[in-house]
């Protein structure tokens, strides 16, 4: 079955520490995203990737890095410089500017 | 500024009472207008992609269609399990990819 995978589900982060969240898809797309999600607030962009090797900040990079070193694989680092973490993280990918399909997604709580 | 609003933010039905959710939009050169439907503690799940005014699309008991400011779905003779958070969204005027998303809309459909 093509889809996209997050892990963990659920990620508790203590203050200072540095936590990965994991996106992989098996859709042969291009595009990769991270949004984040606040209750009452729409998704917000933090970064995104239209190719392997090359990426670019959203809307709200601060704290988080992200690489893309695989078609298939986008992680997302959230960072001690991050001050409110803790949200509901979504993964999408897309082929150019079609529908984005998004991931189960991880909530992340900190401690 | 492009922007995507929704309304109402909260809509509560009796099982077989149709009803219709707005979404305005305010972007230069539209290249689509996506509808998804987000369970609590889950990802968005893809419905439609609408691409010009006049365009209509339709899956169960519903039905999106476009105008050249606004998107309507409309969910005819709901069902409790249609019960849900239904987001818009649509590319903004940059060609990144990039997806603006409004608030999103929380129906309740009650038995």
């Known amino acids: 079955d093509g889809g996209i995978t997050q892990s963990p589900k659920y990620l508790f982060r203590k203050e200072g520490q540095n936590v990965t969240l994991s996106c992989e898809q098996n859709?042969?797309?291009?595009?990769m995203y991270w949004y984040r999600q606040d209750p009452g607030q729409g998704l917000r962009l933090i970064y995104y990737s239209q190719i392997v090797n090359d990426f670019q900040k959203g809307d709200i990079a601060e704290g988080y890095s992200v690489s893309r070193e695989k078609k298939e694989s986008f992680p997302l680092t959230v960072t001690s410089a991050q001050k409110n973490p803790t949200a509901f993280y979504l993964c999408?990918?897309?082929?150019?500017?079609?529908?984005?399909?998004f991931g189960p997604g991880t909530r992340l709580t900190v401690l | 500024e492009d922007q995507v609003t929704q309304s109402p933010e909260a809509l509560r039905l009796q099982e077989g009472e149709s009803s219709s959710l707005n979404c305005s939009y305010t972007v230069s050169g539209l290249r689509g207008l996506f509808w998804y439907r987000q369970d609590p503690g889950k990802g968005p799940e893809f419905l439609f992609t609408l691409y010009s005014a006049g365009e209509e699309k339709e899956k169960e008991r519903l039905k999106a269609t476009l105008t050249k400011k606004e998107s309507f779905l409309h969910i005819t003779a709901p069902k409790p399990e249609d019960s849900a958070t239904y987001l818009c969204?649509?590319?903004?005027?940059?060609?990144?990819?990039?997806?603006?998303f409004g608030q999103g809309t929380t129906l309740q459909v009650k038995p």
């Open positions: 969204a649509t590319h903004g005027s940059s060609n990144t990819g990039k997806l603006i």
């Open positions: 859709l042969n797309h291009d595009a």
């Open positions: 999408a990918s897309s082929n150019g500017d079609n529908e984005q399909f």
